[in-house]
């Protein structure tokens, strides 16, 4: 079962704005991680926030986590014509040991140029 | 290291037939997980691996579908008979879990179409 929903399902911009997408999950987790999947391609890790963190950076991403409201969400800032991609959420349930990891449904990033 | 590798990267074949996905993950990483990718189902994991085990299967979506783990570095996914329906692309990912705050790092794909 899919455990991650991202929002919106796809987003075009423009190259030089910010890109934000949302993700919400149903179970208690672990972490949460984002993942980024180009065309034709296998998916890459960006960035893990754990359960006990709210907000995390790296480079051009932010990422900020509400275990309240169940929700992450990811931004993209300056964005570029190469971050175009889908992006997933993926989370660890935080309820065993249990190593797997459920990905959401995707946000397709279309950066214009 | 190379990643996670994983053989053919596309695959033609008629339905009925027998068809062997393989993957070789990272050295070292003690987890391995099958995902399959449709545009109608998105992402799907099929089964995964902890240290050469199958610990949930729920995934596989019939007998039609095995996989083994022989050993740390070789894992195949099979389907018997295949189906046109089977045709997606299928993912290995593989994770090192000395704790839960790893990243899983994941094959290029095979793709298959089940014709």
């Known amino acids: 079962s899919q455990q991650g929903e991202e929002d919106p399902q796809a987003l075009s911009i423009q190259e030089g704005e910010n890109a934000t997408m949302n993700c919400s999950y149903k179970t208690s987790i672990n972490n949460l991680q984002w993942y980024r999947q180009n065309s034709g391609r296998g998916l890459v890790h960006l960035i893990l926030?754990?359960?006990?963190?709210r907000e995390k950076h790296s480079g051009r991403l932010r990422v900020t986590l509400d275990t309240s409201k169940k929700s992450s969400s990811l931004l993209i800032t300056a964005s570029r014509a190469a971050d175009t991609a889908s992006y997933f959420c993926?989370?660890?349930?935080?309820?065993?040991?249990?190593?797997?990891?459920?990905f959401g449904a995707g946000t397709t990033v279309t950066v214009r140029a | 290291d190379a990643g996670v590798i994983q053989s053919p990267r596309h695959e033609v074949t008629e339905m009925g037939q027998e068809v062997t996905l393989r993957c070789k993950p990272i050295s070292g990483h003690n987890s391995l997980f099958w995902y399959r990718q449709t545009m109608m189902r998105g992402l799907e994991l099929l089964i995964y691996?902890?240290?050469?085990?199958?610990?949930?299967d729920s995934g596989m979506p019939e007998d039609r579908f095995s996989a083994k783990m022989p050993n740390a570095s070789f894992s195949t996914l099979k389907i018997q008979p295949s189906e046109p329906r089977d045709s997606a692309v299928y993912f290995c990912?593989?994770?090192?879990?000395?704790?839960?705050?790893?990243?899983?790092?994941f094959g290029q794909g095979t793709r298959l179409t089940v014709v």
């Open positions: 993926a989370t660890t349930d935080g309820r065993s040991n249990d190593y797997k990891l459920s």
């Open positions: 691996f902890n240290n050469n085990v199958p610990i949930d």
């Open positions: 926030i754990r359960s006990n963190e």
């Open positions: 990912a593989s994770r090192r879990t000395v704790s839960m705050n790893t990243e899983a790092f």
